[in-house]
């Protein structure tokens, strides 16, 4: 089995930082892309920021400027540097991550338990 575990998550300031963790183990073969989603009661999960193995990135264009995804394959982690945060910025954030278990199996989706993100002052 696989199991992603985000942390890092809390209350902040608006103006404020906070750094967000995930951890990806059990059977894993191989990671492909890794990604942060963010969800609040209501609405649809939006997609906050992809890096791929290469470590070329992707964000949501409310983000940019403001957040940083990053990865280290040898622990299998990635993270999420969260600057100049907003009200608005409010969620749960959850870890997606592409994973190949076996050689022979196809790849797919994971996700993380989610980790609360609360910027108020």
């Known amino acids: 089995q696989v199991q992603l575990v985000e942390s890092g998550g809390g209350l902040v300031q608006p103006g404020g930082s906070l750094r967000l963790s995930c951890s990806a183990s059990g059977i894993i073969f191989s990671i492909n892309a890794m990604g942060w989603y963010r969800q609040v009661p209501g609405k649809q999960r939006e997609l906050v920021a992809t890096?791929?193995?290469?470590?070329?990135?992707n964000y949501a264009d409310s983000v940019k400027g403001r957040f940083t995804i990053s990865r280290d394959n040898a622990k299998k982690m990635v993270f999420l540097e969260m600057n100049s945060l907003k009200p608005e910025d409010t969620a749960v954030f959850y870890c997606d991550a592409n994973i190949q278990t076996t050689r022979i199996s196809l790849a797919r989706d994971y996700w993380g338990q989610g980790t609360q993100v609360t910027v108020s002052s």
């Open positions: 890096i791929t193995n290469g470590g070329r990135t």
